[in-house]
């Protein structure tokens, strides 16, 4: 089930609107900051190495900005429904290495 239509290649067809491009440009920045995070992350590990399960947490802080790249171009069900998962799987991997550091905040 196709939530909207697609944006991107509805250039051609009609003028996209004002709140095509902000939709578009949001979704692109929002991949690009949840893919910084990522690298922020490995980076973090390769720093510390804590636990390896923080390379895991990276995977799917990347996949969850995959999702967003991909909702640029069509936002299904089954889409929505990825995301979801993505997001529980990396809150509980983020609980699971904010134990790992212990008293130490840690920023993702």
């Known amino acids: ?20 491009w902000l939709y578009v440009s949001f979704n692109w920045g929002e991949a690009a900051a949840w893919l910084g995070l990522a690298l922020f992350i490995c980076g973090r590990f390769l720093r510390e190495r804590k636990t390896r399960l923080e390379l895991v947490y990276a995977f799917c802080v990347a996949a969850f900005g995959l999702t967003d790249a991909l909702e640029v171009y069509q936002l299904t069900v089954g889409l929505l429904l990825t995301k979801a998962l993505v997001l529980l799987s990396i809150l509980v991997c983020r609980n699971c290495v904010s134990r790992a550091y212990g008293e130490h905040k840690i920023l993702l």
Do not use: A, Q, R, Y
């Not at 089930?1 to 095509?20: A, E, K, Q």
């Open 1 to 20: 089930m196709i939530l909207t239509d697609v944006i991107i290649t509805n250039c051609g067809n009609s003028p996209l609107t004002w709140f095509d």
